[in-house]
């Protein structure tokens, strides 16, 4: 069965610094896609970045960067030089091939402090 | 104006009464979906649809209905709704490609009372 893992239901961080959010997952299927969403006290669900099983290289969108090793089956997302606005919820989401239905983690409640 | 607009945005109802959230999407995708949110638990899939003729169940889809009324709009229905159904609701949509990242509405903010 797939499944995502979250361990981390809160974090902090100062402002300016690098965070880690943690992510792991346990699928069979070789081929899948790896997601992180923000979700800000507004609600809406904002995309973040993507990782593929097969990708070479770890994605990278601006300050966000993911993480992905295979191995360990994780995929945590980094955060470079924090902003107050990135103080939201933080999902981790996964794909596999021919499904294409999402499995979400828990979430992870990230603070940014001044 | 929004891709995937959701309606109401916010609804209090009270036990045992039908109601329908709305979603549209003007990004001509096919694939639409319905979650919910509650607190602790991260988004848990209702019903999807992959296309006007393709509807199936998610994890949770008991005292829920769905209708597919043409490509853009995906509503969902509580026949009779109950307190344990108020969380917040997102329709969202996918284009059908590898890549397959989901688009997702507002959000309904649904109280049964």
């Known amino acids: 069965a797939q499944k995502i893992t979250q361990t981390q239901p809160g974090m902090f961080v100062q402002e300016k610094e690098a965070v880690t959010l943690d992510c792991t997952y346990d699928?069979?299927?070789?081929?899948?896609?790896l997601f992180w969403y923000k979700q800000p006290s507004s609600g809406e669900m904002i995309f973040l970045i993507y990782?593929?099983?097969?990708?070479?290289q770890n994605a990278t969108e601006g300050r966000y960067s993911l993480n992905f090793q295979k191995a360990r089956k994780s995929a945590n997302l980094v955060i470079s030089a924090s902003q107050l606005g990135d103080s939201a919820m933080y999902f981790c989401?996964?794909?596999?091939?021919?499904?294409?239905?999402?499995?979400f983690g828990t979430g992870t409640r990230l603070k940014v402090l001044a | 104006d929004a891709d995937v607009t959701q309606t109401p945005r916010n609804r209090i109802t009270k036990t045992g009464k039908r109601i329908m959230l709305e979603c549209s999407q003007t990004?001509?995708?096919?694939?639409m979906y319905w979650y919910r949110q509650d607190p602790g638990l991260g988004l848990r899939l209702i019903y999807y649809?992959?296309?006007?003729?393709?509807?199936n169940k998610g994890e949770i889809s008991d005292g829920y209905s769905v209708s597919r009324q043409a490509q853009a709009k995906f509503s969902l229905s509580l026949e009779s709704a109950i307190p344990n159904q108020t969380a917040l609701y997102f329709c969202?949509?996918?284009?059908?490609?590898?890549?397959?990242?989901?688009?997702f509405g507002p959000g309904t903010r649904l109280l049964v009372l």
């Open positions: 969202a949509t996918s284009p059908g490609q590898a890549r397959e990242t989901q688009y």
């Open positions: 699928t069979s299927d070789p081929s899948y896609g």
């Open positions: 990782q593929g099983s097969y990708d070479q």
């Open positions: 989401a996964m794909t596999t091939s021919g499904t294409y239905k999402y499995i």
């Open positions: 990004k001509g995708h096919d694939r």
């Open positions: 649809s992959f296309d006007v003729k393709d509807i």
